[in-house]
């Protein structure tokens, strides 16, 4: 069946360093991918989408990857600010999204 | 503007009780998905409706959950005889039509469902 992981359950990093995340898939081959920040008591909001015909695309702060051969899609926060911890999730799908379990990530200032 | 209201924001229930949650979906939004997030797992897809078609009930878990859409607007999410494993944050979204790349899922805050 369809699965996607995200690598890390928590992240911690310093502030005004880079964060990485990580979001691998298996037995699909999504056209595109989506990532999502979730806060506490909040719902999923949408921040970037990347298609597979795109290696790369950049938000302000935000930069996505997608490499269709290691199924693999890298989510980054440049210069990073504790406002940005939050859950972040990646999912792809048409109608039905199908996530990841996400991964808590905490901006140390 | 207004985005997806949900309500009740928390339930508490007892085992063998029925509920039901609620969806506003952003006005003109065609499409209305349901989702469950559950402790340590991730968000899951339960139904969704586009427009006046067959909702997809396909990730329904059990016959004990249904939901259905009035008028294309709000939807209602019902859950009979309420077991301790459906204690989960249930959220709704909504997007202007249902699949493709262009179609953003706006989602609401969710209602959190405790089955004592």
């Known amino acids: 069946s369809q699965k996607i992981e995200q690598n890390s359950e928590a992240l911690n990093i310093q502030e005004g360093k880079t964060a990485t995340l990580t979001c691998n898939y298996t037995?699909?081959?999504?056209?595109?991918l989506q990532w999502y920040r979730q806060d506490p008591g909040r719902g999923p909001v949408f921040l970037l989408l990347?298609?597979?015909?795109?290696k790369e695309k950049r938000k302000e702060r935000l930069k996505v990857t997608f490499d269709t051969t290691l199924k693999q899609s890298l989510f980054h926060i440049t210069a990073s600010q504790p406002a940005d911890s939050a859950t972040y999730l990646c999912?792809?799908?048409?109608?039905?999204?199908?996530f990841g379990t996400g991964t808590r990530l905490t901006i140390i200032p | 503007g207004a985005g997806v209201s949900q309500s009740p924001s928390n339930k508490v229930t007892e085992k063998g009780k029925d509920v039901e949650l609620r969806c506003d979906p952003i006005?003109?939004?065609?499409?209305l998905y349901w989702y469950r997030q559950s402790l340590g797992q991730g968000l899951e897809f339960l139904i969704y409706?586009?427009?006046?078609?067959?909702?997809?009930k396909s990730g329904l878990p059990s016959d004990r959950f249904s939901a259905e859409r009035t008028g294309g607007s709000v939807s209602t999410l019902t859950i009979q005889r309420t077991q301790q494993e459906d204690s989960a944050v249930y959220l709704c979204?909504?997007?202007?039509?249902?699949?493709?790349?262009?179609?953003?899922?706006?989602f609401g805050p969710g209602t959190r469902l405790l089955v004592l």
């Open positions: 990347i298609r597979e015909n795109e």
């Open positions: 409706f586009q427009g006046n078609s067959a909702p997809d």
């Open positions: 979204a909504s997007s202007y039509q249902a699949g493709g790349p262009q179609e953003t899922q706006y």
């Open positions: 037995n699909y081959s999504p056209a595109y």
């Open positions: 006005s003109g939004h065609t499409a």
């Open positions: 999912g792809f799908g048409n109608e039905k999204l199908t």
